[in-house]
């Protein structure tokens, strides 16, 4: 390294240290930490006393981490799949020469910059099962098959699918991403396609897909990270389900929605397991690694970066 | 010196100054030679009002400790946090469930040594309350808290909606077996669609304290042994009780449809202020906000009627408490505010004589958790029922549900428990059977957890009494 290299380096560490003190201190520290307190009984109120591997023996015979797990997992595989069609369909349509288009892309990416506690108090009503605007729509079309509209949050079987259905209203970020991936390719494929009689699902299978798979790839990795955490929707639409009925964060009704995050926030904050809580993290922290590497060795043959 | 050396110098002295002259701010001695102490509390609105004004009233009576009242949203949470990270505030209002947890975690100062040194025996302060007051206080045999106010939730009934089923307005239901009848006679179905259109009562309004229910019926949570949720037939009676509720009125789907346009407490379309429901059970601070939403209503306050043979003053207490967490910089000044709140002027005949907690519960509508009332608090109290709440206050039969350190877990799986009876998705029995299995290991693992810790106290030692 020559001395003109050195004395860069050590203005860039010098303008970055400050970051990088900031990074150490309130995200390693606290990463390392709760790796320290996942093998320890510690309860925030008291000093950790090592417990080795007790939490995550605990955690196997723990029928809520097994119901949290299965709530997470059951709406993560279908707000994932959905949030995908509907963000593409979107940015397709966004995509079409239309009039408008500014317009329309505002109008659809609004939601996603409205704060998850704003849009949840929103989506309350929105699922209000005698007032709510979705059943009010709902009622007369389903009458004439002689059926009821679900009750949403207030009906442990419809609870979850009702917050994958406000899942969707955030997929505005995902849409623009997709767009932008529309954009990079390549019109000339598309031309000759077209003089070769394909037809627009055709070339959406053959070409738009293959095109834009990175990007298809990383949306579904984060949105599946997302998916896995999904936490303030349930925490503040769980104690609001029932009509208002107070339920604490135990996932209302009846553990309907009660997700890894929320049952992992109830161990640290409510029964002050710190410990038990931090290796719930870990086991998650596992499960969202796995699932990006098996996302990751799945579409490997698929991705094409030629675009 | 190099630009760029110059702009890290720079940077790092900023980034530096930045930290340091809070703490230096902080580390001055104030302008005023107080001892400041800094309160942490819920409150906001009236409530915030009267608390200040206590306050206020505290500063001028001494000057030498001084209030820094800050108002705390999600205070537990926050105080958990600023006592494990050893800067908590001097004092902090929490709700009477909690101290059992931080009492046993070391959280909390002892107030024994303080009342102590003002010359008292820490019974002979605990006698000072309504006996069910005195156990909020005292955990263990040591008095971690201080009430700042408290609750009793009773009956309340639409008095409009009695005259129109028949019933007389000023007799509320006596027994549970006339509960029973009125809630059939108060509800009321379209005759066209059977939808519900009002109902007499509804277990799950407002639904905070499934497990008041359990004791309403005579039940136990737990003994000298531990969890006795599944155990005690009460406990299963109370659940069948609720559990009839959905099934005699159309099933979970008629039930739901009809409470989905429900609003809070704090809400114009709270079934009790828009004539939905005709009774619940609720606490002192009802009238409230039945001024704030739904000025006018005429209601009537009562006491539970009698589930168990004999027993017609039932009532469930809960309090808001004022603790010291450990490791509070100025332990005796918060006491001395503690004690201000917790005591009262009793020949106050006048506004203006009302002092302490008196004054406090007074603004605030509440009743007072003391024994003795002054002439003017008594007389001239702004909720027309007081004298209700003092009585069931005051019942040997007020029960306080709170007193085990898992209690927050407790309190959620008679909550999952409540639900799964109400929705008809378990039998009583296996949805208790259910939440007792879940309850013993929590309660196996408190105890091995403070055992561990060497804070098992004697009085948890085998046989094991929560």
Redesign the interface.
């Known amino acids: 390294m020559t001395p003109r290299e050195r004395?860069q380096l050590?203005?860039g560490l010098?303008?970055t240290?400050?970051w990088i003190v900031g990074l150490g201190l309130f995200t390693g520290y606290p990463v390392l930490a709760s790796l320290y307190y996942s093998f320890c009984?510690y309860?925030?109120?008291?000093?950790p006393?090592w417990?080795g591997t007790e939490n995550y023996r605990?955690l196997v015979h723990d029928?809520?981490f097994w119901k949290s797990l299965y709530n997470t997992l059951f709406y993560a595989g279908l707000s994932v799949p959905l949030g995908t069609v509907v963000a593409l369909g979107l940015a397709l349509l966004l995509h079409a020469d239309v009039r408008g288009k500014p317009f329309f892309r505002t109008l659809f990416y609004l939601p996603s910059i409205v704060p998850v506690v704003a849009s949840a108090l929103l989506w309350l009503w929105l699922l209000?099962?005698?007032?709510?605007l979705i059943n009010v729509a709902l009622r007369p079309i389903l009458a004439l098959v002689g059926l009821?509209p679900p009750?949403w949050l207030?009906?442990?079987a419809w609870a979850k699918p009702a917050l994958v259905l406000m899942s969707l209203w955030g997929t505005g970020n995902a849409m623009i991403i997709y767009l932008a991936g529309l954009q990079n390719v390549p019109r000339e494929l598309y031309e000759a396609a077209a003089i070769d009689g394909a037809s627009g699902w055709r070339r959406f299978w053959h070409i738009t897909l293959p095109m834009i798979s990175p990007v298809v790839y990383f949306n579904v990795v984060i949105s599946l990270v997302g998916a896995l955490q999904v936490f303030t929707q349930a925490f503040i639409m769980s104690s609001g389900a029932?009509?208002?009925?107070?339920?604490?964060?135990?996932g209302?009704?009846?553990?309907a929605t009660l997700f890894y995050t929320l049952n992992l926030f109830?161990t640290a904050?409510?029964?002050?397991r710190m410990g038990y809580a931090s290796a719930m993290a870990y086991v998650l922290f596992v499960i969202i690694a796995s699932l990006t590497w098996l996302a990751t060795r799945l579409s490997r043959k698929h991705l094409n970066y030629a675009s | 010196m190099?630009l760029?050396?110059r702009?890290?110098v720079c940077?790092?002295v900023g980034?530096l100054g930045g930290v340091g002259t809070p703490v230096l701010h902080a580390m001055a001695p104030p302008p005023d030679g107080r001892i400041h102490v800094t309160y942490w509390e819920k409150w906001t609105q009236f409530e915030e009002r009267a608390i200040r004004a206590v306050i206020a009233e505290f500063e001028r009576s001494q000057d030498r400790i001084a209030i820094d009242y800050l108002p705390v949203g999600l205070i537990d949470?926050k105080t958990?946090?600023a006592?494990?990270g050893g800067d908590p505030p001097d004092i902090a209002g929490l709700w009477a469930p909690q101290v059992a947890?931080?009492a046993d975690?070391?959280?909390l100062e002892s107030l024994d040594p303080y009342i102590e040194h003002d010359g008292l025996t820490p019974a002979q302060w605990l006698a000072r309350y309504e006996p069910v007051y005195a156990s909020i206080c005292e955990h263990n045999g040591h008095v971690f808290a201080g009430i700042s106010t408290p609750l009793v939730m009773t009956l309340h009934w639409n008095r409009t909606m009695f005259r129109a089923a028949g019933l007389d307005p000023d007799r509320p239901p006596r027994t549970l077996a006339e509960f029973n009848a009125y809630c059939r006679l108060l509800t009321k179905r379209d005759p066209r669609t059977g939808e519900i259109l009002q109902m007499g009562f509804l277990p799950?309004?407002?639904?905070?304290w499934p497990g008041i229910f359990l004791r309403w019926f005579g039940g136990e949570l737990w003994d000298a042994h531990g969890v006795t949720l599944a155990k005690d037939p009460h406990n299963l009676a109370a659940m069948e009780w609720v559990a009839g509720f959905t099934r005699d009125n159309g099933g979970?789907?008629a039930i739901?449809?009809?409470?989905?346009?429900?609003?809070?407490?704090t809400?114009a379309?709270?079934?009790f202020y828009t004539g939905k429901i005709a009774m619940v059970f609720q606490g002192v601070w009802l009238n409230n906000y039945i001024r704030q939403y739904k000025p006018g209503l005429d209601f009537g306050v009562g006491p539970w009627p009698e589930a168990v043979p004999g027993v017609k003053d039932f009532a469930m207490v809960e309090s808001d408490v004022l603790v010291i967490p450990?490791g509070a910089k100025h332990a005796a000044a918060a006491w001395e505010f503690i004690k201000f709140v917790n005591s009262h002027n009793p020949n106050a005949r006048t506004r203006a004589e009302l002092q302490g907690g008196e004054l406090l519960c007074f603004m605030q509508e509440k009743n007072s958790p003391m024994r003795q009332w002054s002439p003017f608090f008594t007389e001239h109290h702004p909720h027309p029922y007081i004298k209700e709440f003092r009585t069931l206050a005051a019942s040997p039969h007020a029960a306080f549900l709170g007193e085990v350190g898992?209690f927050?877990?407790y309190?959620?799986e008679l909550?999952?428990a409540f639900?799964?009876v109400r929705?008809l998705?378990a039998t009583p029995g296996q949805a208790l059977a259910d939440a007792q299995a879940?309850l013993d290991v929590?309660w196996a693992?408190y105890r091995r957890?403070l055992e561990?810790?060497g804070?098992l106290p004697q009085e948890m030692m085998a046989p094991a009494t929560p």
């Open positions: 004395r050590f203005t010098g303008f240290s400050l009984d309860s925030i109120l008291t000093s006393v417990c605990q029928d809520l209000n099962g005698q007032f709510g009821e009750l207030a009906d442990p029932g009509g208002g009925a107070a339920g604490g964060t135990d209302n009704p009846a553990r109830s904050f409510y029964d002050l | 190099s760029p050396r702009a890290c940077l790092a980034g949470r958990i946090v006592t494990a947890a931080f975690a070391g959280a799950q309004e407002p639904g905070w979970p789907d739901n449809t009809f409470a989905a346009g429900f609003g809070g407490m809400s379309q709270n079934p450990r898992i927050p877990e309190n959620r909550a999952t639900d799964r929705l998705m879940r929590a693992r957890s561990r810790h804070l």
